[in-house]
């Protein structure tokens, strides 16, 4: 049989995707031959966002490697520009000098960023995002400036933005109109973005039209139209993309913003095709791969004889790919005089959900902070499904895994790549998959923006049932199916940042749990002391308000007495403030202090500020107290300065975080009255030395403390105690108390690991190196009205329905 040549300008995502769908139909009817201006194999180029935020290479996006073509026979010339179409000979030419023949013809030649025609755009610095290249002198950029601004407050815009952020640059983002994202979300999505993002470390400049680029032969700022101006050594634009169509317009090819194409892909011109984001449908230029790919799917057909209805374009979803941000769109996302929506605003946890309805059928969707209704929400959108559908499986599906089980085989699980829940779940069975890579070699799932993994791995969890529980077996939580070791591993290696971070880098199969939340954000502190930002919506309840809440919903407040000791100035406040908010009750603790009980949420933060004391971090996976015994000063058989020492110890180790809580005693003889015994860190003062017990437990796994080392001196002691606090700091599992962790790695083993002065060295600069960036909590939050207006004034959660 002769074979048909097939050319292909354009080596991008749309082309070698109908290149693939060709060879899956008919392998043996082309010869394919493959021009591409890039001088690489086809890659994703969605990733790029993700190799400028680090944690993904160059090497790693690659989509068909260079076998891939020799393998298919394909004749591909990297590097080489088509320059000229001949429609009557049916030949192409290139910038290389070749011309090629065709019998039939593929234009997917993509889109350019649109440049702004600004005064001093052609400066050194000015720059798009589109290809490798531009992501490759970004990141060389980066280590030679500061500053970056970056035009546009778009998709694009926002994930170049964080990118920068990664690579150690201050970022003001340029965005001409007054809320972000303006085109794939509403205003209150758009703001809740705006708030996130800046919390992460973005300049917002809204509603500012640039007029200039300054500088002279570099880039050295921004001025606009109203004559205000801002410094930059690296401009971005990303304000949009125009379909690549000067190649098909110079050919005499029919083209509007892009080249007109009929739902079977055809130009006006017979044997000439154009699909992806150069070519137009009724009247719409696509700039998401879900589209494109589907065209690509069409034409495969078209080109290969199979009958098929033809292309009738794409209801779009979009979601953001910067990490610790969730947000998606889908459909029509702002209200009209034919809609009806129904809205979810949870103030408290930072999510807004709004699904427009139109004749009672779901007709778009924003989501914002919790995102995992995404998928499910756009296929009912594509179905025109009725609003009560989307409700009540709402209702049903309390578990992600119940949530996939509930759809259907038809339902689409990855929009990238048009894969249904049917075929993921046939390639699982037929092939024996278990892991979202196998599922992603196999069906394409997952394979573009990655969005759709936690469906994935659902999905797998769901068919496989209790064999895909076993795989998980040393799992952090059901999130993930790495390790704790694992996961601190990847988190040193990768220089994870944040919380989203490691769940996107290291996939994460939903959006984390109460589990895996805190336990990240310790680890994360834990690595990285000096620049992390905690994240205190991740850390438990009592954690986040500084107080421990109490059965009936009020908090209680305990201020710290360093070693149990106060003086009638503290007791005064204390007895102030009490009454003046009409505290439920005065307790002594057993941790010798004094406890407000009773106080309510709005209170705290006054009360905080009229005791001007230190908080006791009562609520802390920290040091709670430091217990001491009166001591060699007053006690006839003291032998040591107890009271002393719990002070030192305290006031050094006070707002430390540690996996779980720590307590502390310190007694001045083996009497013991500080029950050093039970304690997480005990000491007991015998004569001349001090005698150091750990891993004590007063609770419900009562344990007696063992004899670490004995000392002479108080210093060696208190050396040793950082030793020990920071061991168990980046050794122990999150929430795993010293006690079980003594018991886990066994007493001796602790003892030869401190045992090298070398390691006690080590283990204290580290631990100093945490210590000297504690603040304390009630004050941070009394300066920090953001804090302040979140946690503690009267949080509505309200469930709006129109
Ligand atoms: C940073 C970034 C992140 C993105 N993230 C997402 C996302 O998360 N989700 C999403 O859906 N979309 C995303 N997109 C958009 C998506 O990448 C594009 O929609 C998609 O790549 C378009 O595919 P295409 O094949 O039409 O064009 P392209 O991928 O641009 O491919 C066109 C190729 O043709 C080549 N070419 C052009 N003219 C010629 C010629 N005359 N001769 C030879 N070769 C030529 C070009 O060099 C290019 O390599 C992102 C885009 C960028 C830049
Ligand atoms: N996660 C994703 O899906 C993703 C990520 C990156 C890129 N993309 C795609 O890549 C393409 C390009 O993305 P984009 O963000 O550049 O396009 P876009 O059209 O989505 O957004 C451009 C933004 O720039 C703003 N803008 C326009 N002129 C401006 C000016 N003079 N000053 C300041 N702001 C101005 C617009 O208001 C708009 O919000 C799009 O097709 C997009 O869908 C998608
Ligand atoms: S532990 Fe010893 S020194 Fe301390 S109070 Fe009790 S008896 Fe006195
Ligand atoms: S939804 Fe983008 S890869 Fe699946």
Known sequence: MIKQKLVLIGNGMAGVRAIEEVLKINPDGFEVTIFGTEPYPNYNRIQLSKVLQGGTSVSDITLNDW?????????????????????????????????????????????????????????????????????????????????????????????????????????????????????????????????????????????????????????????????????????????????????????????????????????????????????????????LVAPLYQQGQVLAKRLCGVRDNGYQGSVLSTQLKVSGVDVFSAGKINEDENTKVYKMYDDWNGTYKKVLIEDGKIAGAVLFGDTKDGNKLFDFIKKGALIEEY?????????????????????????????????????????????????????????????????????????????????????????????????????????????????????????????????????????????????????????????????????????????????SDDLRKIADVADKYKVGMIKVTGGQRIDLLGVYKEDLPKIWAELDMPSGSAYAKGLRTVKTCVGENFCRFGTQDSIGMGIRLERKFEGLNTPHKVKMAVSACPRNCAESGIKDVGVVGVEGAWEMYVGGNGGTHLREADLLFKFKTGDELVEMIGAFLQYYRESAKYLERTSAWVERLGIDRIREVLSDELMVKEYNNRIDEALSVVQDPWKEAINNKNLLRDLYQNVKVPVETK
């Open 67 to 287: 076998e891939w073509y020799q393998d298919n026979m394909i004749r591909f010339y990297p590097g080489e520009t088509v320059t000229a179409i001949n429609t009557k000979t049916k030949t192409v030419s290139t910038d290389k000098g070749r011309t090629e023949s065709y019998d039939q013809l593929i234009i997917a030649t993509g889109s350019n960023p649109f440049m702004l025609p600004l005064p001093g755009a052609d400066k050194e610095g000015v720059k798009a995002f589109r290809n490798i290249k531009d992501c490759e002198e970004m990141i060389e950029y980066s280590k030679k400036h500061k500053k970056a601004a970056v035009i546009g407050g778009g998709l694009l815009g926002l994930e170049a933005a964080r990118g920068l952020l990664n690579l150690g640059m201050e970022v003001d983002v340029i965005h001409i109109f007054d809320y972000l994202m303006e085109r794939q979300l509403d205003r209150t999505a758009g703001e809740l973005l705006q708030t996130e993002l800046e919390k992460q470390g973005m300049n917002f400049i809204l509603q500012k039209n640039t007029a200039e680029i300054t500088g002279r032969k570099h880039v050295t700022g921004l001025k606009f139209s109203d004559g205000s101006r801002i410094k930059a050594d690296l401009v971005v634009m990303a304000v949009g993309i125009k379909p690549n169509v000067a190649l098909a317009q110079e050919a005499g090819i029919p083209v509007n913003r892009g080249i007109l194409v009929n739902d079977y892909l055809e130009t006006d011109i017979p044997n000439v095709f154009a699909v992806g984001e150069c070519a137009e449908h009724r009247g719409i230029a696509y700039g």
């Open 391 to 567: 409700l009540e499986s709402s209702q049903s599906a309390n578990s992600e895994v119940n949530l996939v089980a509930s759809m259907s085989d038809e339902e689409i699980i990855c929009g990238c790549n048009g894969v249904t829940k049917g075929s993921i779940v046939e390639a699982i069975k037929a092939n024996g998959l278990t892991t979202v890579d196998q599922v992603k070699g196999c069906t394409n799932a997952s394979r573009s923006c990655g969005g759709c993994k936690s469906l994935v791995s659902d999905l797998l969890a769901c068919t496989l049932g209790e064999y895909y529980q076993a795989d998980q077996k040393e799992a952090i939580c059901g999130c993930t199916t790495l390790s704790r070791d694992e996961v601190l591993a990847e988190i040193r290696e990768k220089g994870l940042t944040h919380i989203r971070e490691v769940m996107n880098v290291l996939e994460w199969e939903s959006d984390g749990c109460s589990k895996c939340k805190p336990a990240l954000n310790y680890y994360l502190g834990m690595i990285n002391p000096l620049k992390y930002q905690d994240e205190h919506e991740a850390r438990y309840v009592n954690e986040r308000m500084h107080a421990n809440i109490q059965k009936d919903g009020t908090y209680s407040v305990v201020p710290r007495m360093y070693g149990g000791v106060t003086t």
